[in-house]
C-alpha cells in the first residue's frame, strides 16, 4: 500500500512563507498525479494544486501566482511552497496521489495523507 505522510505546516504571519512536504512510502513504481487540497473550519475540501509525473501542474485561482508545487519524483515526495499567505489560506492541507502503481503492478487510487494544520495569523 501507498501511505503519505505530511510534514510543515505551522504558525505563520500574514504575508509570511512556508513549505510544505509530504513523502510517500511503500514499494511504489510511479505515482502519475499528486496534489494538495485543503479544507478551512467550516467549509469544504477543495483543490489548491496538482502535479504530474510528467511535470504538469494544475492549479486553483486562489493559489496561482502565490502557491507553487513540486515533485521529486525519485523521492515520490511533493512540496507546497507557499508565499505572500493571507489569513483565508488557514486550514488543513490534504495531500493526494492518484494512480500508484506498485513494483507488485498493483494499482491505488485517490490516496490521502493525514493532513497538516497552517494557521495564517498576527
Known amino acids: 500500500q501507498v501511505q503519505l505522510v505530511e510534514s510543515g505546516g505551522g504558525l505563520v504571519q500574514p504575508g509570511g512563507s512556508l513549505r510544505l512536504s509530504c513523502a510517500a512510502s511503500g514499494s511504489i513504481l510511479n505515482i502519475y498525479t499528486m496534489g494538495w487540497y485543503r479544507q478551512a473550519p467550516g467549509k469544504q475540501r477543495e483543490l489548491v494544486a496538482t502535479v504530474t509525473s510528467s511535470g504538469n501542474t494544475n492549479y486553483a485561482d486562489s493559489a496561482k501566482g502565490r502557491l507553487t508545487i513540486s515533485r521529486n519524483n525519485a523521492k515520490n515526495t511533493v512540496y507546497l511552497q507557499m508565499n505572500s499567505l493571507k489569513p483565508e489560506d488557514t486550514a488543513v492541507y490534504y495531500c493526494?496521489?492518484?494512480?500508484?502503481?506498485?513494483?507488485?503492478?498493483?494499482?491505488?487510487?485517490?490516496?490521502w495523507g493525514q493532513g497538516t494544520l497552517v494557521t495564517v495569523s498576527s
Open positions: 493526494n496521489a492518484d494512480r500508484a502503481t506498485m513494483t507488485s503492478r498493483a494499482k491505488y487510487f485517490d490516496i
